[in-house]
């Protein structure tokens, strides 16, 4: 397969209604830019070659009368997923008990084929290397910023200018204000900026710039006698004391850069960047792999009618998702962000890999009634058990449903860390020598000496799985050939995490906001993953039809359909953010209502 990723350019705008109508689109308040592409064209290109071989034996063994043996064995080898020892036993069994009792059972194991969908964004299996980059922009300076942004990026590790809003640096003094965090209302204390900050940043006699005035890349030199570097030297030194007395964030002397639009915004990385370091692929890599059991009961009833049991389990081992391996533990810890194992080199490894794992517990009970005296039924009720460490159900870029690349690293574990876990001590000198806690940064410190796998900190249900689905079907025979069909389907809604008021969170150091969800050491277990499950979906189909023969070898078909017949507002989305508006739980988006059509259908 041979492609490319495209350049993708987001941008959300924060400003106020007035604003917006007087000074439009672009430079009517604060832009968080999110820029995706490869580092150079080459890295956009996608080149993916695979080839699969499977070999297959089977054999049925009927060792007595009642009792008959599916064996088999089979040996795969995919080019991408080298491994030579990929051989898959399966074994089956029925034993007919009496003519209408069957009892089944089963064992086999299945592995993993090469995805392209998975591998687009690995280089290492031949995909795209794509980065992301965050930038706070601000198109009239410090004017026109209506939001918390800068106080939120500051409060999640991110050294962000925190800007009054409305209040000027002479007002600022006056008053004593401070950068607090918006989410615990605690004091950051870096500097409070005024919203005419940098308007008295001009060369040796210029005038100040005008307030609310709109500033960018072409008129910088008219406006402030700087050309467009010595303006952002200049506006450099006047933040350096944007840290004030908060020692945890680090402001770069080179903050300020120019965006796509020609405004002054943050260098790259000061919000975040996915995709920086190139996703390798590990060297204990493993093809993923399902243990499959099943015990089957098949019970006829009378001549058309069979109730079945169905029982099975599944060990999903190998699971491919992304971590940091080489993400010291101490990372982390206050101070310590993004540091690396020792020995280990320079820059941080994020590596595709075998990381995950998850069972599968689930139990179904059927009824089928064959067509028989003008009406066939079919009813299947299934339980489900199924739980896993992966954050994310799904690997692959989201480029065709708009959200942009789905950076791996992002996607990946919460935690990356893997290995005994070592003393350390927080800042406020509270230490996991005695026993597990959560640091000043909310992030896990287990217990030292004690063994951790830091993916386990996201298990909890699967993003897919439904705790109860029941099926019912049937066609009923009418006089005058009319026929009525129709399909009920209700099962469980679908799992959901509560997010914290102030989004991801960095658990394990790497510098990547993607923990969603804390439940750590009987702490936050409202934070679990995938702990709270959406109202249930129920839906009825029908079909009302009517057959007429227009020749001997024609025929037609009227039809008269009704989808969600009960005009169910079955939940599409949820609020899940923790301390927001509409409250947390709340139905964001319901699926479409009763609707229905009309068709003919000719057959010839």
């Not at 040996?75 to 399966?90: L, Q």
């Not at 106080?151 to 590790?157: I, M, S």
């Not at 099962?491 to 959901?496: A, P």
Request: aromatic share 12%.
């Amino acid at each position: 397969m041979d492609g490319a990723e495209p350049n993708n350019f987001f941008t959300q705008l924060f400003a106020t209604e007035a604003d917006f109508t007087q000074f439009g689109p672009i430079d009517s308040g604060v832009n968080l830019i999110t820029l995706q592409s490869g580092p150079t064209p080459k890295d956009n290109e996608v080149h993916i070659r695979n080839n699969y071989n499977g070999l297959f034996v089977q054999d049925d063994w009927k060792v007595a009368q009642k009792v008959t043996l599916n064996l088999g064995l089979r040996w795969d080898y995919d080019s991408r997923f080298p491994n030579n020892t990929d051989f898959s036993p399966r074994i089956g069994a029925a034993w007919s008990l009496t003519p209408k009792t069957v009892i089944t059972a089963s064992f086999g194991i299945f592995y993993d084929q090469f995805r392209a969908g998975v591998a687009r964004d690995v280089p290492g299996l031949g995909g795209a290397n794509i980065q992301r980059e965050r930038l706070l922009s601000f198109p009239r300076l410090f004017y026109g910023d209506p939001t918390n942004i800068g106080r939120n990026f500051e409060g999640r590790g991110r050294p962000t200018v925190c800007l009054a809003n409305s209040l000027t640096d002479a007002q600022v003094a006056a008053q004593g204000t401070q950068c607090i965090n918006p989410a615990d209302n605690t004091v950051l204390g870096t500097t409070v900026y005024g919203i005419d900050h940098l308007n008295s940043v001009v060369a040796s006699g210029h005038a100040p710039i005008p307030a609310n005035t709109v500033l960018d890349i072409n008129n910088v030199q008219p406006l402030t006698g700087f050309t467009a570097d010595q303006f952002l030297q200049a506006a450099d030194a006047a933040i350096a004391n944007a840290a004030g007395s908060n020692t945890t964030l680090v402001f770069p002397a080179d903050y300020w850069s120019w965006d796509p639009f020609g405004h002054l915004t943050t260098i790259g990385g000061i919000l975040g960047t996915a995709g920086q370091v190139p996703i390798t692929v590990d060297a204990n890599f493993k093809v993923p792999y399902t243990r499959n059991y099943h015990l089957g009961l098949q019970q006829g009833i009378g001549l058309d009618m069979v109730f079945t049991f169905d029982y099975y389990h599944k060990d999903i081992k190998d699971i491919l998702t992304v971590r940091a391996t080489n993400l010291a533990f101490e990372a982390r810890m206050p101070g310590h962000g993004n540091e690396l194992v020792p020995g280990t080199g320079s820059t941080r490894i994020e590596s595709f890999g075998p990381w995950g794992e998850g069972t599968y517990d689930g139990f179904t009970i059927g009824f089928q009634k064959r067509m028989s005296h003008n009406f066939t039924l079919q009813a299947n009720y299934t339980f489900t058990h199924a739980i896993d460490n992966v954050l994310n159900s799904t690997l692959t870029s989201e480029i065709q449903n708009g959200e942009g690349v789905n950076f791996l690293a992002i996607a990946g574990l919460s935690d990356s860390f893997v290995g005994k876990v070592p003393v350390v001590t927080d800042g406020n000198g509270q230490t996991n020598a005695d026993g597990p806690f959560i640091n000043s940064l909310g992030n896990p410190v287990p217990k030292a000496g004690t063994f951790y796998n830091g993916a386990n900190i996201d298990k909890g249900p699967s993003d897919l799985s439904l705790g109860h689905t029941f099926l019912l079907h049937g066609i009923v025979q009418l006089p005058w050939k009319f026929e009525i069909s129709g399909i009920l389907r209700a099962q469980s809604g679908f799992h959901y995490s509560r997010a914290p008021a102030d989004g991801g969170s960095d658990f394990d150091g790497d510098g990547l906001f993607n923990g969603e969800a804390l439940s750590f050491a009987g702490q936050f277990p409202e934070f679990a993953r995938n702990r709270y499950t959406a109202p249930a979906f129920v839906n009825m189909d029908t079909r009302l039809a009517k057959r007429f023969t227009i020749a001997e070898r024609v025929k037609a078909q009227v039809l008269f359909e009704f989808f969600n017949l009960f005009n169910k507002g079955n939940v599409a989305a949820v609020q899940s953010l923790d301390g927001t508006s509409p409250v947390f739980g709340s139905t964001l988006q319901r699926l479409p209502g009763r609707e229905g059509q009309v068709g003919i259908r000719f057959e010839f």
